[in-house]
């Protein structure tokens, strides 16, 4: 399986409102619960107001669409990092996964991913 490593700076942010978040930025992930708004964004374009916010995330994500059908793929990933010691923030879309880790993070979580069979591009 084939990840891709993104240039992103990302931050992981709990928000209030949208009132001030950049709607069109890239990549920008949003989450509401019912009792929680989360944005992941540039960290250059978060909102002022945030609530809390973790800066230095990089992100990684695996090439290709997904089929829904496909079982194991983001527990495979997490279990290598988990081994590592490496937290993770995940991210699924319709068609992907995308793993975040933080920066200090990065190269060893790429090193125990390709020990065990996936390409990084």
């Given amino acids: 399986m084939k990840l891709e490593v993104l240039p992103w700076h990302l931050s ?34 978060v909102p002022a107001d945030v609530l809390n916010e973790e800066k230095g995330w990089r992100a990684f994500r695996i090439e ?14 997490t279990g290598i990092l988990a081994g590592e010691n490496i937290g993770i923030f995940a991210i699924s879309t319709f068609d992907t996964d995308y793993i ?22």
């Fill in 12 to 45: 992981v942010c709990k928000i209030d409102s949208l009132k001030w978040t950049e709607l069109c930025s890239k990549p920008f992930f949003l989450s509401r619960t019912d009792n929680e708004l989360s944005l992941v964004c540039l960290t250059e374009n």
């Fill in 64 to 77: 290709g669409t997904l089929d829904f059908s496909m079982v194991g793929v983001l527990s495979k990933i």
């Fill in 100 to 121: 975040l880790v933080k920066e200090k993070d990065l190269e060893s979580a790429l090193t125990a991913l390709r020990d065990n069979g996936f390409q990084v591009l």
